[in-house]
């Protein structure tokens, strides 16, 4: 039977049947269903080490007459409180009868016998089976079990998987053999959706044949069947996103070699732990801002929305206020769940474009510069959707957050986009040859081996824009620095020239003949960023006493508000220039480049 089914396999999807035929031997079969059943056995035995026995106190949360007692000792409590303070009074005053407080003493030591009597009654006193609420206990028991598999099941289908695609294709490289499978007839979305299917498919098994019990211990809990389905959604949609991004990611990182897997799937084990923590924090857990999009890639927030018992958030998920451009999709199941179903999607979508673009030829960049542009404008509408319900309340922490994960996108698509030198010297030479109906212009902005640097300026457009929409229309009132409209757009545009800046020495060296060269361009950038700032500090050259001065350094923003704006426009001209200057020098090296080849042959002759 199983062989039947991986031959249909075959006909369907060749790569799928490669992988499944050499997985699916008997043993590892075997292998996967037994310790799956023996985990089962594990985690529903692991919880009945709590079954009400005969000696079940009385104190117990499962005693039905638990809060009868302490309905009793509270009472005799509040007595005993009474007749001290009754006692403390009437010590303070002289009274006419000398019998009142020996009474109180009487009463309050009568009291005490009591609560001595009740306190050793309950130490020693044991729930009777029929009075143990036995429903209840079954019900959080179920739920033990259903919510300790979610669990598993995340670690176990996020890491483990990617660790497996991740190591498969390092193998496959290692060994030639990918080679050879780039040179199938099959399309690239058919071969890497086999792998993705079939190298993982003992973790299938693994989770398939714990799924039953999982489905059974929910059902037996009381959570709503919705709730379950809803949670296998997100799970299909969560692992389709990270094993999306183990195969591109083991596409591209192929000189980590054998450290690849762990450090792919050490990544997401972190990313887990960390979102794992804000989900179970009870304190600052706000969804409206421009950072929360890449909580939205864990699944815990939402496994914590469909089962509050996880972390025991007895106040509500913060998933409940989440509004998206004003549309509260967290107050409705579907639309939440939607919401996520579709990030992902997206995102996963977006990841296989750029798979098919690096896996038949590894030297060409992870992003066309058209895909650049429409990944910042997707992640700019996301940004802003979060962030307008908070902007007023939270206006320079929201923009900073804002500002700082821009700063960081653009940072890594300067280097996503830019060409390798090999394709920069084609380009110089055969430009004319390959593109003759398309102006520079359009090369530069459309082409596949052009420079990248005036796709990175309109990156920087893009990403730019909501936060200049929001300075031209935020009311006066808003918060912008305590500086006006006018010099926050100039700060935008002090940004987007020290980005171009560092673009620039970044496209300059990755022209170098070392092999090194993307590590020396990531150093040097890296100085060019901390450098100034600390030379200031380190001088006490303070912003607000000698703002001219940081107008020129990385982070010019702290002087901003003490600068005239005749020596902000002269700290942009000087910026520009410095873009102007390194795009000149950029362009004699390209030059240079596409010229060397055809003057040795000359010189040949």
């Known amino acids: 039977m199983m062989l039947n089914f991986i031959d249909r396999v075959g006909e369907w999807n060749p790569q799928l049947f490669r992988e499944l035929k050499g997985r699916l031997k008997p043993f590892n079969v075997l292998f996967a269903v037994v310790s799956s059943l023996l985990l089962q056995l594990v985690v529903f035995l692991f919880q009945l080490r709590e079954y009400p026995g005969e000696e079940y106190s009385l104190r117990a949360s499962y005693c039905r007459l638990s809060s009868l007692y302490q309905q009793q000792e509270q009472q005799l409590y509040q007595q005993q409180s009474l007749l001290n303070q009754k006692l403390n009074n009437y010590r303070q005053i002289k009274l006419s009868d000398s019998s009142i407080i020996p009474n109180l003493q009487v009463q309050i030591k009568q009291v005490d016998a009591q609560l001595s009597n009740l306190r050793n009654e309950l130490s020693k ?18 739920e033990y079990t259903f919510l300790a598999f979610s669990v598993i099941f995340i670690f176990t289908l996020l890491v483990a998987g990617t660790y497996l695609l991740i190591s498969d294709l390092a193998k496959e490289e290692h060994r030639g053999t990918l080679n050879f499978i ?3 007839p099959q399309s690239e979305t058919s071969l890497l959706a086999g792998k993705m299917l079939g190298v993982p498919s003992l973790i299938y098994l693994f989770v398939i044949t714990a799924i039953p019990l999982h489905f059974w211990a929910g059902h037996s809990a009381n959570i709503a069947s919705s709730n379950i389905l809803s949670y296998y959604a997100v799970m299909a949609a969560c692992c389709g996103f990270f094993y999306s991004a183990a195969l591109l990611f083991g596409l591209v990182s192929r000189w980590f070699s054998s450290f690849q897997p762990w450090l792919g799937s050490g990544g997401v084990l972190l990313f887990l732990f960390m979102t794992m923590m804000m989900a179970s924090a009870s304190y600052n857990n706000n969804f409206n801002n421009p950072g929360a999009w890449f909580r939205f890639f864990s699944p815990w927030d939402i496994t914590t929305y469909l089962f509050p018992n996880l972390f ?3 106040q509500g998920s913060p998933l409940d206020k989440l509004q998206f451009f004003y549309l509260p999709i967290g107050k409705n199941l579907a639309s939440l769940v939607g919401f996520y179903l579709l990030n992902y999607g997206i995102c996963a979508y977006g990841i296989w474009q750029a798979i098919t673009r690096c896996f038949r030829n590894p030297q060409t960049t992870i992003l066309s510069k058209g895909q650049s542009y429409s990944f910042i404008a997707f992640t700019q509408v996301m940004f802003l959707g979060l962030m307008m319900q908070n902007v007023v309340e939270r206006t320079e922490v929201v923009v900073s957050l804002l500002v700082v994960i821009n700063a960081a996108l653009i940072f890594g ?34 082409g596949e081996k052009s420079p990248a640097i005036l796709a990175i300026a309109i990156n920087l457009v893009i990403a730019t824009t909501p936060l200049i929409i929001w300075i031209a229309i935020s009311q006066k009132d808003l918060d912008i620095n305590d500086f006006g409209k006018g010099k926050a757009l100039l700060t935008v545009v002090l940004s987007i020239g020290l980005m171009l800046i560092y673009a620039s020495i970044a496209q300059l060296m990755l022209l170098m003949k070392n092999p090194k060269r993307y590590v020396w361009a990531v150093v040097t950038i890296a100085g060019t960023i901390s450098l100034p700032p600390i030379i200031l500090s380190v001088l006490g050259i303070d912003p607000a006493k000698n703002p001219a001065v940081w107008l020129f350094s990385t982070f010019p923003w702290g002087a901003i508000e003490q600068s005239s704006m005749i020596t902000i426009f002269m700290a942009l001209l000087a910026d520009f220039t410095v873009v102007a200057l390194l795009n000149f020098q950029f362009h004699k090296q390209v030059r240079v480049l596409g010229e060397s080849a055809t003057k040795a042959l000359l010189a040949g002759r």
């Open 413 to 446: 698509l300067i280097f996503v986009l830019s060409p390798i030198r090999q394709n920069i010297q084609d380009w110089a030479r055969y430009r004319h040859q390959n593109n003759r109906n398309e102006s520079l212009w359009e090369d530069l902005v459309w």
């Open 125 to 142: 006193g044991f729930c009777p089976p029929s009075e143990i609420d036995w429903q209840m206990w079954w019900r959080d028991h179920w």
């Open 182 to 184: 780039r040179l199938s």
């Open 312 to 314: 025991r958030i007895y």
